[in-house]
């Protein structure tokens, strides 16, 4: 029961932290035109969410290897809940720029915090019980996809928000505060000076380089579908419904990833799980950039999205399985900054591929090649002695 708590908390944490970052898209437009900016200025308002995450990502998975997880979640969600419903009382770019990124330091416990969490809470099978968090994330954007739309018409864009911000601090605060177990830091006798320079020291390992570079490359090579289904499917000659499909094929098609992939990767070691998983993507951004109807797209798409179920999920349980518990929070916080370079450097790179050749096969392609790099640093690294899942637990016990 007390384990089962804290699985809902997470999952529930995951379904709105992703489900926001996502619904931005949804009511952008709405946004645009009410506060007069172009799309330039709407891209800066994301920034501003994505920069202030990657940051206080970092700073939060030093807190949680040295401090109560429990706690450092509570202190950051009412964070979370107040710069999401701020968002509907913005008036102007800058207002809606600075609520977004208070609640992007707040969503910065909506990953690392809750997969060292889980993992603490179910050591044994830590590939499944992740897969089943990253389900959390799949609903929060595929179900606020469906729900947003209807809303809007009924109580505008910033009616929503307010919502969002209002249901965050109603459901995740109380939820996180039942949950008890499994939140102590593994180590109670490391002060965060000391933390600090332990980790420091841990810079020049060759895992943390080649691990978090792969997790770069492949979060890259994922960012691009997300980014650019859309405007592919209009390409293609499908309406917006089409686009908007596509990204439910990746959210629903991504809950058999994420249940299938990493429970096999419990079984078959971390970096075996990851090549599996990021040779489907690869393919899968191939055949995207190939096709030549929207049917085509939309298979392709599939492919692509059942790695996406898997992708965090495996990249999170290899932090574990490489560097103790009293560091994984820290290790974890850092290869989600490098993590989120690949996701902003995608859309750019691959909107300049597209406007210069004019379609999307380069832009794909190029992910293609991000995710299969991605493969083979991480064929060096399982050959590493360090690592697979089944050594790491040999070696516990």
Partial sequence: MVRSRILVAAASIAFMAYGV??????????????????????????????????AA???????????????????????????????????????AALAFGVAGVGASIGWTPLVI?????????????????????NLGFGTLGLILPRALPLI??????????????????????????????????????????????????????????????????IMTPLSFSADYAKFLGSGPAGGGALFSIIGLVGIAGALGIP???DRLG?????????????????????????????AWTAVVGV??????????????????GDRAGGIMGAWTMLGGIGLLVAPPL????????????????????AGALSILMMLGIGAGPRITCRRRTAAAS
């Fill in 350 to 369: 691959g909107g300049w591929l597209a406007d210069a050749l004019g379609n999307y096969s380069a832009t794909y392609l190029v992910a293609a090649a």
């Fill in 21 to 54: 970052r996502y619904a931005y898209g949804i009511l952008m437009p709405e946004m645009m035109a009410a506060l007069g900016i172009n799309d330039a200025q709407a891209g800066l308002v994301y920034s501003s969410f994505l920069g202030a995450y990657i």
């Fill in 270 to 298: 971390r970096a075996t799980g990851i090549v599996i998983n990021n040779s489907l993507m690869v393919v899968g951004l191939v055949g995207s950039a190939l096709a030549r109807s929207y049917m085509s797209l939309a």
């Fill in 307 to 324: 790695s996406y179920g898997g992708v965090w999920v495996l990249y999170a349980a290899l932090v574990r399985d490489i560097y103790r």
């Fill in 117 to 137: 969490w889980v993992q603490r809470a179910y050591p044994e099978r830590r590939g499944t019980f992740l897969g089943i968090l990253q389900i959390g994330c």
């Fill in 57 to 95: 990502s970092i700073a939060v998975g030093f807190l949680i290897d040295v401090r109560d997880l429990r706690r450092v979640i509570l202190y950051f969600l009412p964070l979370f809940a107040l710069g999401t419903g701020a968002m509907g009382f913005a008036s102007s770019l800058w207002e």
């Fill in 156 to 221: 505008g864009w910033r009616g929503v928000w307010e919502a969002l911000g209002l249901l965050s601090a109603i459901w995740l605060i109380p939820a996180v505060a039942m949950a008890r177990g499994s939140s102590a830091p593994e180590r109670s006798d490391l002060s965060l000076s000391r933390y600090l320079r332990e980790f420091g020291s841990g810079l020049g390992d060759r895992a943390f380089w080649i691990g978090g570079l792969s997790y770069l490359l492949a979060s890259y090579a």
């Fill in 263 to 265: 429970a096999l990767s």
